[in-house]
């Protein structure tokens, strides 16, 4: 019994990472550019492909693929930035919602158009093994996911704190206008921030290909996980979704576990209900950290 | 001058009430009258949504939530109590009703985006209890409508027609509703609430049971497409009943139309759905994808060059052909 609670406590926290990746993602458009991503799923959808095509016509190693998805999704995020999202930027919910929207669904349908509905798996030699600790077991791929993801996030905190763009962005992030007069270019920042998210997006799409099948749906999955966890740590707030999605990763885990297999996403739709219903302005509270 | 335009717009109106009245009499392909009922039911749900996403301007993504309760009372009541749909309609309309309350409790206290997000939560919730619970309501197979043949009480007919005649009066119903709302201060209230919540509150709208009030008429009447929907299709399940494509195309139709006018809905499901029914001949159905890949497009394209929807295209170019007077100069000819 204990070793089953361990087991999916353990199964929890490594999805949990990537569950960290999107949220980061969606969190930092938030915190920055005060728009919720609705296509952030559709762009971890995107970074699958990359890494399903590379691996199967170049024999590339999805990981390795990293390289190429995260800076194409960076482009990606900045011409976003800088042709749609710029245009609606103050026009109030409507638009605001329902353009990343469309997005979405676009990018979908687009994805189904091209590549049909079928799933896509990546075989890699790491695909099936496991380390072992006693009675409980670590699925490599996932081991290396969870690792890459949280080393991405450190990443992104020390960008965040360490460097002048990171801090102007956390500045654009808090006072816009103070930041303004500061001589902080907030297209400019925008644009990267966009960028940082979508890279994000991008590289929780190539860690989950050893070990999840791509298809024009399989963004969804994350994005409402994304969206619970971000609501949970607080809108805007990098660390607040970062240890969010961990939880999220093992309540879910958890309800596989114990409830049913079908009952993962009630239990996290649950916990979205809820959190909304006590703490609308998320567990932590307060801006962007 | 006011009474003339009134006139003109009275008999537009009459106009319009000919040619749909008679259309199914003229035409007979299936295919098209099948396009027409789509158009019908879709625009019917549009302007359920639109009274309170367009006019109080919270962005409900969730609306599948009435229409799949509305499909599984009267489908249950008929399957299992021998009940008429005629009346599990209305039956399904009242325990829409009574669902939106504690919904509604619950998602008003946020805004923006958070709305949109809980809202979705709400349906998917209903989903995956439907799914999960076998016993209740057949689960993740569903069932099929037993089919009677003719039988009209039953709201089963042969004829093709019959369902478009429904569809109608629902839509027709639906506008009127609207019509009366957007006269009456309920539809001040809206539009304030729309405008500016906090500023709505200061000069006293009681917003949140404003906001119930609009919730409960259009959970109500989206709950009536669903039944009719379902006895349409002579089929349920919660993948159908709750799909999220119905809350998407609910929120579409009225936004690409015109968020907030009486005929936005009407208008942006006749051009969406008229797109796709083309793409659909012209293509075949096998390409899945298209029809919503196009929808997106429109949407964006709307969103970024005209985001207060096309509605606002004809009454302009109309103004423009009728009184030969610029745009601007419209509201002096209608108030001299």
């Not at chain 2, 009066?169 to 209230?189: C, F, K, N």
């Not at chain 2, 809206?190 to 200061?202: C, F, R, S, T």
Request: charged share 10%; aromatic share 12%; net charge neutral.
């Amino acid at each position: 019994m204990l070793e089953t609670l361990a087991q999916a406590v353990i199964n929890g926290l490594l999805i949990g990472g990537i569950y960290a990746l999107v949220s980061i993602g969606v969190t930092l458009i938030f915190g920055v550019v005060k728009i919720v991503n609705f296509a952030q799923g559709e762009f971890v959808m995107l970074g699958m492909y990359i890494s399903f095509f590379l691996a199967t016509y170049f024999g590339i190693d999805p990981l390795l693929s990293l390289a190429v998805s995260m800076p194409v999704m960076f482009l990606v995020g900045v011409l976003l930035q800088h042709f749609l999202i710029r245009r609606v930027l103050g026009l109030g919910d409507m638009p605001q919602i329902f353009l990343t929207f469309a997005l979405s669904l676009f990018l979908m349908n687009v994805a189904l158009l091209l590549f049909t509905a079928n799933y896509r798996t990546v075989d890699t030699p790491y695909s099936d093994s496991a380390l072992y600790l006693g009675p409980l077991y670590f699925p490599v791929a996932k081991l290396i996911a969870f690792v890459l993801a949280m080393t991405l996030s450190g990443v992104l905190w020390l960008f965040l704190h360490a460097t002048d763009l990171g801090k102007a962005m956390r500045a654009a992030a808090q006072k816009p206008e103070v930041a303004m007069l500061m001589g902080i270019n907030p297209d400019r920042v925008f644009c990267v921030a966009v960028g940082i998210s979508l890279a994000l997006a991008g590289a929780a799409g190539s860690l989950l290909m050893p070990f999840y099948p791509a298809s024009p749906m399989a963004g969804q999955t994350f994005v409402l996980m994304a969206f619970v966890a971000v609501v949970l740590g607080t809108l805007g707030n990098v660390k607040g979704a970062l240890i969010a999605s961990l939880m999220m990763g093992v309540a879910e885990s958890l309800g596989i576990q114990f409830v049913g297999a079908d009952s993962g996403l009630i239990v996290v739709f649950l916990m979205l209900l809820l959190t909304l219903a006590f703490r609308p302005s998320g567990l932590a509270g307060g801006a962007m950290r | 001058m006011k009474g003339r335009l009134r006139n003109s717009s009275a008999l537009w109106l009459g106009l319009l009430a000919v040619v749909v009245l008679v259309l199914p009499l003229v035409v007979t392909s299936r295919f098209a009258i099948d396009i027409f009922i789509r158009v019908l039911l879709f625009a019917f749900i549009g302007v359920a949504w639109n009274l309170m996403g367009g006019y109080a301007k919270q962005l409900s993504l969730g609306h599948a939530a009435y229409f799949g309760l509305g499909a599984y009372t009267s489908t249950i009541l008929e399957i299992k109590f021998g009940i008429s749909p005629w009346i599990g309609m209305f039956a399904g309309g009242v325990v829409a009703m009574l669902a939106s309350l504690p919904i509604g409790a619950l998602c008003f206290r946020l805004r923006g985006p958070y709305f949109a997000i809980a809202t979705i939560a709400t349906a998917q919730v209903l989903m995956l209890l439907f799914l999960k619970f076998r016993d209740f309501a057949w689960g993740a197979e569903g069932t099929t409508i037993p089919n009677l043949g003719s039988d009209p009480l039953m709201m089963q007919f042969d004829a093709k027609a019959a369902y478009y005649y429904i569809a109608l009066a629902l839509l027709t119903a639906g506008l009127v509703i609207t019509h009366r709302i957007e006269r009456s201060w309920m539809g001040y209230y809206l539009v304030a609430i729309g405008e500016d919540e906090d500023a709505a509150e200061a000069i006293g709208v009681n917003v949140q049971k404003i906001k119930r009030d609009v919730y409960l008429i259009s959970a109500f009447l989206t709950a009536l497409a669903g039944t009719f929907y379902i006895q349409y299709i002579y089929f349920i399940d919660p993948n159908t009943a709750f799909s999220f494509n119905i809350s998407v195309e609910a929120a579409l139709v009225s936004i690409v139309g015109g968020i907030g006018t009486l005929w936005g809905p009407v208008i942006g499901t006749a051009l969406l759905e008229g797109t796709s029914a083309l793409l659909q001949s012209w293509l075949g159905s096998s390409l899945g994808g298209v029809q919503l890949t196009v929808y997106s497009l429109i949407l964006i394209a709307v969103i970024l060059w005209r985001p207060t929807g096309l509605f606002g295209l004809f009454t302009d170019s109309y103004a423009r052909i009728v009184h030969r007077k610029p745009v601007g100069a419209r509201q002096a000819v209608v108030d001299g």
